[in-house]
T-cell receptor, first 109, second 112 residues
Framework: GQNIDQPTEMTATEGAIVQINCTYQ??????LFWYQQHAGEAPTFLSY??LDGLEEKGRFSSFLSRSKGYSYLLLKELQMKDSASYLC??????????WGAGTKLIIKP | IAGITQAPTSQILAAGRRMTLRCTQD?????MYWYRQDLGLGLRLIHY???????GKGEVPDGYSVSRANTDDFPLTLASAVPSQTSVYFC???????????FGPGTRLTVL
């Protein structure tokens, strides 16, 4: 079966750095997405990785290792508004998106 | 219209009733999707449409039907609602099947 694993919940301090991991086992791989979802709102696109390595976009970076079936989202200089759930999703061999259950990130002052 | 709209925002429905959730986009995207999101389970695909006139089944299609008569609209119908269909429903669109998906604001449905 297909599986995406993320930690259920993480806590971090305002101004700090946090890394949210995602491991996947899917039938094929055609890219990996990270989305942010604030409570009661729709998911919004953060990043997309299809090749190995680090993609940096402001305070957020996303890393991919296809050989290890592993990705992480790195958030720097945390702000209170970063409190949200972070969803990892993999595009499988049928070009369908397989979603993880999401990681709830709690930011403390 | 700005992007993707869904209606209604929320609904309480008696079991056994028929219900249609509406989704309209003005992004001219080919692909559209319906997901349900339940606590601890993440997003699960119900049905999808890669282009107007075609539809496909996702991970959890039972009890739901869709149609795609044109590019802009993708309604989801519950023929006879059951309590297990209580969930938050999101419609999404993308330019193609592996492209970034953009989500509507969601419909919160409660079936009693």
């Amino acid at each position: 079966g297909q599986n995406i694993d993320q930690p259920t919940e993480m806590t971090a301090t305002e101004g700090a750095i946090v890394q949210i991991n995602c491991t996947y086992q899917t039938s094929g791989f055609n890219g990996l997405f990270w989305y942010q979802q604030h409570a009661g709102e729709a998911p919004t696109f953060l990043s997309y990785n299809v090749l190995d390595g680090l993609e940096e976009k402001g305070r957020f970076s996303s890393f991919l290792s296809r050989s290890k079936g592993y990705s992480y989202l790195l958030l720097k200089e945390l702000q209170m508004k970063d409190s949200a759930s972070y969803l990892c999703a993999v595009v499988d061999s049928n070009y369908q998106l397989i979603w993880g259950a999401g990681t709830k990130l709690i930011i403390k002052p | 219209i700005a992007g993707i709209t869904q209606a209604p925002t929320s609904q309480i429905l008696a079991a056994g009733r028929r219900m249609t959730l509406r989704c309209t986009q003005d992004m001219r995207h080919n692909a559209m999707y319906w997901y349900r999101q339940d606590l601890g389970l993440g997003l699960r695909l119900i049905h999808y449409s890669n282009t107007a006139g075609t539809t496909g089944k996702g991970e959890v299609p039972d009890g739901y039907s869709v149609s795609r008569a044109n590019t802009d609209d993708f309604p989801l119908t519950l023929a006879s609602a059951v309590p297990s269909q209580t969930s938050v429903y999101f419609c999404a669109t993308s330019g193609g099947s592996a492209d970034t998906q953009y989500f509507g604001p969601g419909t919160r449905l409660t079936v009693l």
